[in-house]
């Protein structure tokens, strides 16, 4: 690998900074409910810096079950995530900037690190409200695990959980970045 980056890799690492920015701007991840009663279904929708949604709806619903309400209160990752992320979109320009390929592939790995505690948290955030249910609530349920990506059934109602533009704009930053470096270790 060389020490510094081609003008084309500066390129694609500063195209990737300004998508990782841009990511900050729309949704990551969502949740759609569907149930005989709600057929055009009831989203939670997760910007990096706020929820969205028919999130009234659904904590009222929930209530029956026993589940903790839904609120950007709950989530103090809401708070902090947009400057992590922005930060993050800085360095890499930076980094382009200064073209030493070694830095950029620690950021690289940075990066790694960050999607894979971002997943863990989602789990972890969602383990949380399926598990720890009131035991004294009006209806009662087995305590369940709603999937990060995919589908789930509880009572009536079908869940359907999914990325959204903003996680596929940071998966494109990430790519690229992984593009620039692969091309990188040619020379």
């Given at each position: 690998?060389?020490?510094?980056?081609?003008?084309?890799?500066?390129?694609?690492s500063c195209?990737?900074?300004?998508l990782?920015?841009v990511?900050?701007?729309?949704?990551?991840?969502g949740?759609?409910?569907?149930?005989p009663?709600y057929?055009?279904?009831?989203?939670?929708?997760?910007?990096?810096?706020?929820?969205?949604?028919?999130?009234d709806?659904?904590?009222?619903l929930?209530?029956?079950?026993?589940?903790?309400?839904?609120?950007?209160?709950t989530f103090?990752?809401?708070?902090?995530?947009?400057?992590?992320?922005?930060?993050?979109?800085?360095l890499i320009?930076?980094?382009?900037?200064?073209?030493?390929?070694?830095?950029?592939?620690?950021?690289?790995?940075?990066f790694?690190?960050?999607?894979?505690?971002?997943?863990?948290?989602?789990?972890r955030?969602?383990?949380?409200?399926?598990?720890?249910?009131d035991?004294k609530?009006?209806?009662?349920?087995?305590?369940?695990?709603?999937p990060?990506?995919g589908e789930?059934?509880?009572?009536?109602?079908?869940?359907?959980?999914y990325?959204?533009?903003g996680?596929f704009?940071?998966g494109a930053?990430?790519?690229?970045?992984v593009?620039?470096?692969?091309?990188?270790?040619k020379?």
């Open positions: 690998m060389s020490k510094t980056m081609s003008v084309s890799s500066v390129i694609l195209i990737s900074a300004v990782l920015g990511s900050i701007f729309f949704p990551w991840w949740m759609n409910f569907i149930a009663q057929p055009e279904g009831l989203d939670i929708i997760v910007y990096p810096y706020k929820m969205d949604g028919r999130i709806i659904i904590n009222g929930n209530h029956y079950i026993g589940m903790q309400e839904f609120s950007e209160e103090p990752e809401l708070t902090y995530l947009p400057y992590i992320v922005g930060a993050m979109a800085c320009l930076i980094v382009a900037l200064v073209k030493r390929t070694k830095l950029m592939l620690m950021l690289v790995a940075l790694s690190v960050g999607g894979v505690l971002g997943l863990y948290d989602i789990n955030w969602l383990t949380t409200f399926g598990t720890n249910l035991p609530a009006p209806i009662q349920i087995d305590p369940f695990v709603p990060i990506l789930n059934t509880l009572a009536n109602f079908v869940t359907h959980s990325f959204a533009t996680a704009l940071m930053s990430y790519l690229l970045l593009y620039t470096l692969w091309r990188e270790r020379k």
